[in-house]
């Protein structure tokens, strides 16, 4: 997959800024500005920001290697699947 192909998915860019705004930090005031904009704690944006680098990781993960190896996007081998 080239990065122009990349750059269109959008579960891919969402994931990676959300990881890259973890990465980043926030600082108190946007961390405020933020739980009040989405109507949550402190603790559910750390845990959003956690999920979203976890999927960055994982998506990075299946593009580098598991592609390879017949794994789509959501880690499962492709020729495994026809047993299910």
Do not use: Y
């Not at 920001?49 to 976890?54: A, I, N, P, S, Y």
């Not at 789509?72 to 026809?82: A, T």
């Amino acid at each position: 997959m080239n990065s122009n192909e990349l750059w269109d998915r959008n579960d891919i860019q969402f994931a990676r800024l959300i990881s890259e705004l973890k990465a980043a930090g926030l600082t108190p005031e946007q961390m405020d500005n933020l739980c009040e904009s989405m109507d949550l704690n402190k603790d559910q944006i750390h845990e959003l920001l956690d999920r979203g680098e976890e999927a960055f990781e994982f998506i990075m993960t299946v593009q580098r290697g598991g592609a390879r190896h017949g794994m789509n996007v959501f880690g499962s081998c492709m020729s495994c699947l026809q047993f299910l």
